[in-house]
């Protein structure tokens, strides 16, 4: 995974590029997070990361994800994360390309994970399923303020139908 990088023109410049490259480096929560088979240890270390939100997330953030949630506030990111690790274990949201300006990033990313929960009107079926998009992050100091998501959707609509063992009538494209 890259990490954003940019010039620094201000102060602030420099805590925004710090809080993207912490939030690039930890994922707001990696994905490891959630996972049924894990013990209480594992568990812990999910709510210690979706915990972190508090400390990366503006407490007026604002976020448009590609999934079709348009949100406000921590504890709504904070059940959307919920929700989607809920469906796709092993999630990951990797920033494979970066490009910073003053307090803003946009990104190239990749989401992923093992579809272990109803997600999107499918099925579970344990396997892998990935898809790619795109953020715009505006930054707040030191915080993430809001985050812009575009996605493959369509893409990952396939994917997960292909992934169906029986084909339903909604995966007729």
């Not at 007026?60 to 994800?65: E, I, K, N, T, V």
Request: hydrophobic share 40%; charged share 30%.
């Amino acid at each position: 995974m890259d990490e954003c990088s940019g010039a620094d023109t201000e102060d602030g410049d420099k805590a925004s590029d710090a809080a993207l490259s912490k939030a690039a480096r930890d994922d707001v929560d990696d994905g490891r997070a959630g996972e049924q088979e894990q013990g209480d240890s594992g568990r812990d270390e999910h709510a210690e990361r979706v915990g972190a939100i508090a400390d990366l997330i503006a407490e007026d953030f604002s976020f448009r994800g590609s999934l079709g949630a348009e949100l406000r506030g921590r504890e709504a990111f904070r059940d959307y994360v919920l929700m989607v690790r809920s469906a796709l274990v092993d999630y990951r949201c990797d920033i494979l390309d970066c490009v910073t300006e003053n307090h803003r990033a946009f990104s190239k990313m990749r989401f992923s994970g093992r579809h272990v929960g109803t997600f999107r009107g499918f099925a579970p079926t344990g396997k892998q399923v990935e898809w790619v998009g795109a953020a715009l992050f505006e930054l707040r100091g030191a915080q993430i303020g809001a985050v812009w998501v575009l996605g493959d959707v369509e893409g990952l609509d396939a994917r997960l139908c292909d992934n169906q063992t029986s084909r339903e009538s909604m995966c007729l494209l």
